[in-house]
């Protein structure tokens, strides 16, 4: 797995109307064991990344841990209430299936695509 870069940031925020939800998260087998709401913890995180995201001198997209558009976009997307000890707990889960690193406080996703 690789992170996502400029180049694919730049394509899917062409793609992300309201909010970019990549299948394979959710219909895959790979997946399954993940809990639905760490997945839309990731679709969240994921959609922050893809609207405001900040790039490192290799051109790997980031977001800050404690960025304040995770809480709200987890919310509207899972339609509950979320407080920031969650995130950093779906945080936390999503860095345990290697769908994310945690560098300082730096988060970086990993892409989610078919292995082959």
């Known amino acids: 797995m690789e992170f996502y ?3 694919l940031i730049e394509k899917l ?5 309201p909010y970019y ?3 394979l998260l959710f219909n895959s087998s790979e997946y399954k064991l993940v809990r639905l709401e760490v997945k839309w913890a990731y679709v969240a995180c994921l959609n922050v990344l893809i609207n405001n995201p900040l ?6 997209a980031y977001f800050k841990d404690d960025n304040p558009m995770l809480i709200e976009t987890l919310a509207k ?8 000890e969650k995130m950093k707990g779906y945080i936390s889960e999503l860095e345990d299936v290697e769908l994310l690193t945690v ?4 988060v970086y996703l990993k892409r989610i695509e078919h292995i082959f």
Do not use: H, I
């Not at 925020?13 to 109307?17: F, G, V």
């Not at 790039?55 to 790997?60: A, H, L, Q, S």
């Not at 997307?77 to 920031?84: G, I, Q």
């Open 5 to 7: 870069d400029k180049k």
């Open 21 to 23: 939800v990549p299948d």
């Open 13 to 17: 925020k062409k793609e992300c109307q």
């Open 55 to 60: 790039f490192n001198n290799d051109g790997y």
């Open 77 to 84: 997307l899972a339609n509950k209430k979320v407080d920031s």
């Open 103 to 106: 560098s300082a406080r730096d």
